[in-house]
Antibody, heavy 123, light 107 residues
Framework: QVQLVQSGAEVKEPGASVKVSCKAS????TSWYIHWVRQAPGRGLE????????????SYAQKFQGRVTMTRDTSTSTVYMELSSLRSEDTALYYC????????????????WGQGTLVTVSS | EVVMTQSPATLSVSPGERATLSCRAS??????LAWYQQKPGQAPRLLIY???TRATGIPARFSGSGSGTEFTLTISSLQSEDFAVYYC?????????FGGGTKVEIK
């Protein structure tokens, strides 16, 4: 079955960077785009950006431009999301999610989701 | 960006009753709308896409309707496992945006 498994929780100091991984299995990795969405404690969902695992191109929400980088490793079917210059407001659960539908960037809904990675920013 | 507004914020419903959740977009998103269910400690789960198409494995008691700027998620007869938070998401334009959620709680 299609599955996304994310890396474990992280605790970072303000100003540091964090890199979260998302390992895909159960489908052709390069055929479906991957999105990143975050959720602050007790809050709603916020889209961060999207990566095409085939060519590696990525697009980011303007809010995160300059601070976020999404990459992939096709040899391990893993995508990464790195967020820099962390501040307390970045404390959140970070989810990767595969695009739904037929793949190749044709859909902008998410199915399935990874289990989430909690990133805590605290001094 | 497209602002998504969900109402009500909290809906108190008895098991077996119907629940109707609303989602409004600040501009037309055609039928590019999805609904998700999130239970405590879990990732969101896709329920509906294309405004009205149920995702694989989603029970028929869940139905979606609407187009343009007004959308509705209906749960025809609430089961115990349906008490959760529900989010709508517009899939029409980047940045992709979500509503603030509706919590369906036991009355």
């Amino acid at each position: 079955q299609v599955q996304l498994v994310q890396s474990g929780a992280e605790v970072k100091e303000p100003g540091a960077s964090v890199k979260v991984s998302c390992k895909a299995s159960g489908y052709t990795f390069t055929s479906w785009y991957i999105h990143w969405v975050r959720q602050a404690p007790g809050r709603g969902l916020e889209w961060m950006g999207i990566i095409n695992p085939s060519g590696g191109s990525a697009s980011y929400a303007q809010k995160f431009q300059g601070r976020v980088t999404m990459t992939r490793d096709t040899s391990t079917s893993t995508v990464y999301m790195e967020l820099s210059s962390l501040r307390s407001e970045d404390t959140a659960l970070y989810y990767c999610a595969r695009e739904g539908g037929g793949g190749s960037g044709s859909s902008n809904w998410f199915d399935p989701w990874g289990q989430g990675t909690l990133v805590t920013v605290s001094s | 960006e497209v602002v998504m507004t969900q109402s009500p914020a909290t809906l108190s419903v008895s098991p077996g009753e119907r629940a109707t959740l609303s989602c409004r977009a600040s501009q037309s998103v055609s039928s590019y709308l999805a609904w998700y269910q999130q239970k405590p400690g879990q990732a969101p789960r896709l329920l509906i896409y294309g405004a009205s198409t149920r995702a694989t494995g989603i029970p028929a008691r869940f139905s979606g309707s609407g187009s343009g700027t007004e959308f509705t998620l209906t749960i025809s007869s609430l089961q115990s496992e349906d008490f959760a938070v529900y989010y709508c998401q517009q899939c029409d334009d980047w940045p992709l945006t979500f509503g603030g959620g509706t919590k369906v709680e036991i009355k």
